[in-house]
């Protein structure tokens, strides 16, 4: 199985900040990765699709970027509802495996 | 809209049986293939099985596989999971996922708020 690893696994960061989550594939795996948040007790919404495609409705301070091993997810100016936890997910290789999350708190 | 409402959820022994239904609406389900996945309690997510549109090609995770089985009723707009065998490590969220497509793509687009499964004694 593909192994997705995110890095930190937590940050602490202030509304307005830059905020970068990396996620690195085992093995390349094109642009075949999306990106999810999860707010506590919710389910996961995806946020980016194929790397660096915007979901329809999400803000475009969220955007995604990076192919083969290494992908990034970027939030531009951190806002209070985006204290959440992000998965990434590859879907190159069965099984689709996802990152072990990286949660965003408050500072 | 979009909408993926799951129930079936519950506490069961261990060895015992449960069944997940996920009820679509807001979209074609037979245009599309569907998922299971779940989420143990203060982990991370973990894809179970998927099942193309008209049920023709069905994949499971090795963890699941031999005790869970995934099924579809496009006529009712639902889909399954049937659990047999339940172990401790079953306990989890259960979210029903839709794909993009009627193939098995893994581009989970839209989710269900989910269901609790607890296995214990």
């Known amino acids: 199985d593909i192994q997705m690893t995110q890095s930190p696994s937590s940050l602490s960061a202030s509304v307005g900040d830059r905020v970068t989550i990396t996620c690195r594939a085992s093995?390349?795996?094109?642009?075949?990765l999306g990106w999810y948040q999860q707010k506590p007790g919710k389910a996961p919404m995806r946020l980016i699709y194929?790397?660096?495609s915007l979901q329809s409705g999400v803000p475009s301070r969220f955007s995604g970027s990076g192919s083969g091993t290494e992908f990034t997810l970027t939030i531009s100016s951190l806002q209070p509802e985006d204290f959440a936890t992000y998965y990434c997910?590859?879907?190159?290789?069965?099984?689709?495996?996802f990152g072990q999350g990286t949660k965003v708190e408050i500072k | 809209e979009v909408q993926l409402v799951e129930s079936g959820g519950g506490l069961v022994q261990p060895g015992r049986s449960l069944r997940l239904s996920c009820a679509a609406s807001?979209?074609?389900?037979?245009?599309?293939?569907m998922h299971w996945v779940r989420q143990a309690p203060g982990k991370g997510l973990e894809w179970v099985s998927g099942?193309?549109?008209?049920?023709?090609?069905?994949a499971y995770a090795d963890s699941v596989k031999g005790r869970f089985t995934i099924s579809r009723d496009n006529a009712k707009n639902s889909l399954y999971l049937q659990m047999n065998s339940l172990r401790a490590e079953d306990t989890a969220f259960y979210y029903c996922?839709?794909?993009?497509?009627?193939?098995?793509?893994?581009?989970?687009?839209?989710w269900g708020q989910g269901t609790q499964v607890t296995v214990s004694s």
């Open positions: 807001g979209f074609t389900l037979d245009d599309y293939a």
């Open positions: 099942i193309t549109w008209k049920s023709s090609f069905i």
């Open positions: 997910l590859q879907h190159n290789t069965y099984p689709p495996t």
């Open positions: 093995q390349g795996i094109r642009n075949d």
């Open positions: 194929a790397a660096s």
């Open positions: 996922v839709k794909d993009k497509g009627m193939r098995l793509l893994f581009y989970f687009d839209y």
